[in-house]
């Protein structure tokens, strides 16, 4: 049936042979559920393989961290540019900080950023072997479709059709997301070797923007987790329970 | 179409993907300070281990135009201690020990005899500021050599007037811009910023540039690395 879509243009043939091909990798491990008292039957499909689950939690955790210490640091200089005038921009409570001191916080946030890039490092190499990218990988030929998704979660607009495990939105947060984590290590080591990676620093504006971007990287880091949280209380339990087991059940791109 | 399976085995196949995951429980345990403490330790380790391999000896930090430069007046005045620990200069001499052949306490012409550098750099402290600073004195890897010290050791000790001290890798020693620097905008070292003698490392964080500088030493083990690192701060720290 996928197949046979593929006679009918160009384009669309592309667009289909990829949905089809994600549907065809989907059915490789899913499975139909029987209830053994109703005979009901449940789909599940094996979204997210061990490795990936593996590093999504231990990069949760490490993001957790390198936030938290780097507000701890940040408390060291509040400002940006030269010591020379120094205004303190915010005064960020301690209490919402990790390693009580500038010292203990460069602990942490040097230990943990091995994890942080480990996790991604690894996350990004499944994603580009294993072919997975491709459903989750944010084209131009996706833009259409952001608006109505848009429409649909924040004003109340009718629910697009569901074809593909992601739909465009989805597929624009983990992208970006993706993009915010390789700046978020790239300003990390302008700042922390800057005369080693000068290129960066300089790539960066210089060492003081390089300061200024990881700290606003920071944010946008946080603001997406923001929303990644709100999507899964609101419509995500078994995305939720996905990202622990890898199993989704009934997932939406499979219902007839 | 698919594999078909029953509750009970679908129960446990998940149960036994969520079992995978315990590993991330483990990170844990780094709530536990006895625990958390070594693992730190251990990623501080291999922070500084990684850092040596990032520095390239050859590589010089950038340099800036006298434009550039903070006003002399407003280049801050770091102490753990005092400004001022009241140096008595005719009598200062550096006490240089370790593996060298010629240990013995040198005097400050005997460093100032050596060729003069002069250099517009970027000053970095850990806490997060910067500024540029004009900084002029002998190249550490010059006095090294007078002194005949083992460049295969690896580590420069030094020990300050005001019982500041401080280590330095040997490649860190040996780069080009690493000086033992006697003079700040081309004035004599001011009493406050480490006179008569102190270190200027652009390629090192503020803390490895000690001042007020009496004793220096060449040797392969540390009894203490330096005074903040002893506190829990980087050992190399590079740039």
């Known amino acids: 049936m996928c197949f046979s879509e593929l006679a009918i243009g160009k384009i669309k043939a592309i667009r289909s042979f990829t949905a089809c091909k994600v549907r065809f990798n989907m059915q490789t491990s899913a499975v139909a559920i029987e ?7 449940t789909e599940a499909v094996y979204e997210h393989p061990f490795i990936v689950r593996l590093c999504h939690w231990v990069n949760a955790v490490a993001l957790f961290v390198m936030v938290g210490s780097g507000l701890q640091i940040f408390r060291a200089f509040p400002s940006f540019g ?4 120094e205004k303190v921009l915010i005064n960020w409570p301690k209490s919402l900080a990790i390693g009580g001191w500038l010292g203990g916080a460069l602990q942490w946030h040097l230990t943990f950023m091995w994890i942080y890039i480990g996790t991604g490092t690894v996350y990004l190499g499944y994603q580009i072997f294993s072919g997975n990218y491709k459903q989750v990988l944010f084209l131009p030929r996706d833009i259409r479709g952001v608006w109505p998704m848009v429409r649909h979660y924040f004003f109340f607009g009718a629910k697009p059709r569901v074809r ?5 939105l989805q597929k624009h947060a983990y992208t970006s997301v993706v993009v915010l984590g390789v700046l978020s290590v790239a300003t990390g080591f302008a700042i922390w070797k800057p005369i080693q990676f000068s290129w960066l620093a300089w790539m960066m504006g210089g060492f003081h923007y390089a300061r200024l971007w990881h700290f606003i990287i920071m944010w946008a880091m946080l603001a997406f987790v923001f929303g990644h949280l709100v999507m899964v209380v609101l419509h995500g339990w078994n995305n939720f329970i996905s990202m622990l087991t890898g199993w989704k059940k009934d997932p939406e791109y499979l219902a007839k | 179409m698919y594999r078909r399976i029953d509750q009970r085995k679908f129960k446990s196949m998940s149960r036994r993907e969520l079992l995978k995951l315990t590993p991330v429980v483990a990170l844990g345990a780094l709530a536990i300070p006895s625990v958390q403490k070594p693992l730190l330790r251990l990623g501080l380790g291999f922070s500084d281990w990684a850092s040596k391999l990032m520095f390239r000896s050859g590589h010089l930090a950038t340099t800036f135009s006298d434009s550039d430069l903070t006003p ?3 280049f801050p005045i770091n102490d753990y201690d005092v400004d001022d620990p009241e140096v008595d200069f005719d009598r200062w001499t550096l006490t240089v020990s370790g593996t060298v052949q010629k240990p013995g ?3 400050l012409g005997q460093i100032q005899a050596l060729p003069k550098f002069r250099q517009n750099t970027r000053h970095v402290c850990v806490e997060g500021w910067d500024v540029i600073g004009r900084f ?4 550490l890897s010059d006095f090294l050599k007078i002194i005949g010290a083992d460049l295969t050791a690896r580590y420069v000790y030094v020990e300050c007037a005001d019982d500041y001290y401080e280590s330095l890798d040997m490649a860190t020693a040996l780069h080009p811009q690493t000086l033992l620097c006697y003079e700040m905008y081309d004035q004599p070292l001011t009493r406050e910023h480490g006179a008569p003698l102190r270190l200027n490392i652009p390629t090192k964080v503020g803390y490895k540039q000690a001042k007020y500088l009496t004793d220096l030493k060449v040797t392969n083990v540390l009894q203490r690395v330096g005074y903040w690192e002893d506190q829990g701060y980087s050992e190399f720290y590079g740039l």
């Open chain 1, 82 to 85: 030269a010591k020379i005038p």
């Open chain 1, 35 to 41: 209830n053994t008292k109703t005979g009901e039957i």
């Open chain 2, 72 to 74: 002399f007046e407003k």
């Open chain 2, 136 to 139: 002029g004195g002998a190249r």
């Open chain 1, 164 to 168: 593909e495990a992601y739909n465009s």
């Open chain 2, 105 to 107: 306490d040198y005097r």
